[in-house]
């Protein structure tokens, strides 16, 4: 196991994900973390960058123990500077900040001792790395050596002369230091000598033991089913492990897609075996929902309806204790103990990195109200992994299936700008039918990481069959994104958006206007709401 201490850098989950990539476990832990508390012996240490300067009043800390371990590090950013500054370096302000590109050259001088400079071993003479700081070493601490150099950083990579640790300037987590990853693979692999066995086979094997282990012969689980990836291969890993002791629930929100709850029951229920309960409960949303126009808003109220809905129906499922009594022998099921929980790998993150400054954007979570007053246990399958698809994959989900594009739990009432109607549904439901459909045809639905819809509430004028028109309008949106943290909008061949624009003008009634959204993440977000 790799040990990621984390001081707050955007990034810093993006080395765990990379560690996990190589096929090594890796546990991020905030970086006020002390050593002598940490519940395993890490092969390798990381200590992640930060939005804080070293010599600030309340920059976080490191353990100083990290040093006395006997086991690799490596500073990354805020990290290198951290090492630095316990070591005996010297740390200041850049006459620049620095953020983009820069061209690192890998320095032939070194201590003579292999395993000092195997951090880029094999890496040739030069490469692009990502910079993204405001402060640099100034001196480097006795007993290190220069590794690497770039134009404005003499001290851009630094190893100790005898010790396994090392320090870099630049972010080898992101994409666009190209070889970043060999980096990680050469700290990991190579210096801690971690060895790569952290496989998705191995995965599941584990984790049915260990859900059959902890259910025992008789315990039943409930949990909640949307249609998208996560939960969809959360369902199938318990129905994997259990069989028909679980069993999910879909709410029918009023707000999804066309057809969608049909189709999560056929998908759920018939192809994949999984017993499944699927609610109706559009009219109750949709009348809480009646002319509330703010987003957090319509956020909170399809939350917390969802809860009720859910329990009312978990309730029918689990039966009353009498009725659990009279059962004897092979039909006493066992009382519905469990709550299973989709939670990723990132959820996980989010509670237990180092919290920096930081503002609240959305609130994404729907479902985190349920624990609160049912009084069930959690069970999180998914929560040391990072993405699902592989794993879903490897189940024998379906690969369309698989590939969908992510769906907000909020659904199509965040993208319905201005109040949520069943006639302003329809109208969206049908838009973004049309827009998923051609994106299928014209083989681009695996390019984008997410397509949809919004539905605009200014009308504007048309003319169709030589009469004047006055309706609404439709924004296209389509994005490439890695985690959804930034994304870049979708450059589509003409030909696609004109097929799309000229369909939905014609089929959707109440539409005579189609925009397609150019803006990128930041500064915009991915969902209009
Ligand atoms: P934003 O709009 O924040 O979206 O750039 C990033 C990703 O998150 C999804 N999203 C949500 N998912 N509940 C969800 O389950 C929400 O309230 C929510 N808001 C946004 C969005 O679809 C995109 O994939």
């Known amino acids: 196991t790799i040990l990621i201490l984390d001081f ?26 002390k050593i002598k508390d940490v519940s395993f012996k890490p092969k ?19 353990d100083p123990e990290v040093f006395s371990l006997d086991v690799p590090v490596l500073g990354i950013c805020y990290g290198l500077q951290e090492m630095a500054w316990n070591l005996g370096g010297e740390v200041t302000k850049c006459d620049h900040r620095e953020y983009g590109f820069a061209q690192l050259l890998i320095s032939k001088i070194g201590s003579g001792n292999s395993s000092v400079d195997a951090l880029f071993e094999g890496l040739g003479e030069e490469m692009q790395v990502w910079m993204s700081h405001g402060d640099q070493l100034s001196a480097i601490p006795e007993d290190f050596h220069i590794i690497g150099q770039t134009d404005t950083a003499p001290f851009a990579a630094i190893a100790h002369n005898s010790k396994p640790f090392y320090g870099i300037q630049f972010h ?64 199938k890993l318990m129905h994997e492990a259990i069989g028909d002791r679980f069993h999910a629930i879909m709410v029918d929100n009023g707000v999804l897609r066309l057809n969608e709850a049909n189709q999560v029951h056929e998908m759920l229920n018939k192809d994949l075996g999984v017993n499944l309960t699927v609610v109706d409960s559009s009219d109750l949303f949709l009348s809480r929902l009646k002319d509330i126009e703010d987003p957090e808003q319509k956020r909170k109220i399809i939350g917390n309806t969802f809860i ?19 059962l004897t022998g092979a039909e006493a099921k066992g009382r519905v103990e469990w709550l299973l929980q989709g939670t990723l790998y990132p959820d996980v ?17 729907n479902v985190g ?14 929560r040391e992994l990072f993405k699902v698809r592989a794993l879903g994959r490897l189940l024998n989900i379906p690969s369309h299936l698989v590939q969908r594009h992510p769906f907000p739990g909020p659904g199509l009432a965040i993208r319905i700008l201005g109040p949520v109607t069943r006639s302003q549904v329809k109208i969206l439901q049908i838009a973004d039918n049309i827009y998923i459909e051609e994106i299928r045809k014209a ?41 959804f943290m930034t994304a870049d909008w979708y450059v589509f061949p003409p030909e696609v958006l004109r097929r799309i624009s ?24 991915v969902e209009w709401l």
Not at 8 to 33: D, F, M
Not at 349 to 365: D, L, N, V, W
């Open 172 to 235: 080898p987590e992101v994409t666009h230091s190209p070889r970043g990853r060999e980096v990680i693979g050469r700290f990991v692999l190579n210096i801690c000598g971690c060895k790569p066995s952290w496989t998705m086979e191995e995965f599941i094997g584990k984790e049915i033991a260990r859900i059959r282990a902890i259910c025992g012969p008789k315990g039943r689980v409930i949990g909640a089913v949307s249609g998208g990836v996560d939960s969809t291969v959360a369902a």
């Open 308 to 326: 009720n809905v859910f329990e009312t129906e978990a309730a029918k499922i689990e039966g009353t204790a009498e009725e659990e009594e009279k």
């Open 349 to 365: 993150i989010e509670s237990i990195s180092f919290k920096g400054p930081s503002a609240t954007i959305k609130t994404h979570h």
């Open 44 to 62: 390798g240490i990381i200590l992640s960058g930060s939005p804080y300067s070293v010599y600030d009043q309340d920059a976080p800390r490191v």
């Open 443 to 483: 083989g681009l639905y695996n390019e984008i990481s997410q397509a949809f819809a919004v539905l605009l509430p200014v009308k504007a004028v048309g003319v169709m069959g030589d009469k004047r028109t006055y309706e609404q309008v439709i924004a296209l949106r389509a994005v490439q994104s890695e985690d």
């Open 8 to 33: 707050g850098s955007q990034y810093s989950h993006l080395i765990t994900r990379r560690c996990r990539e190589l096929n090594v476990y890796a546990e991020l832990q905030p970086c006020t973390q």
């Open 502 to 525: 000229s369909r939905i003008t014609n089929e959707v009634e109440g539409i005579n206007r189609v925009t397609y959204d150019i803006s990128s993440k930041p500064p915009a977000t």
């Open 369 to 382: 109200g349920l624990l609160k007053d049912m009084k069930l246990k959690l069970i999180e399958p998914l």
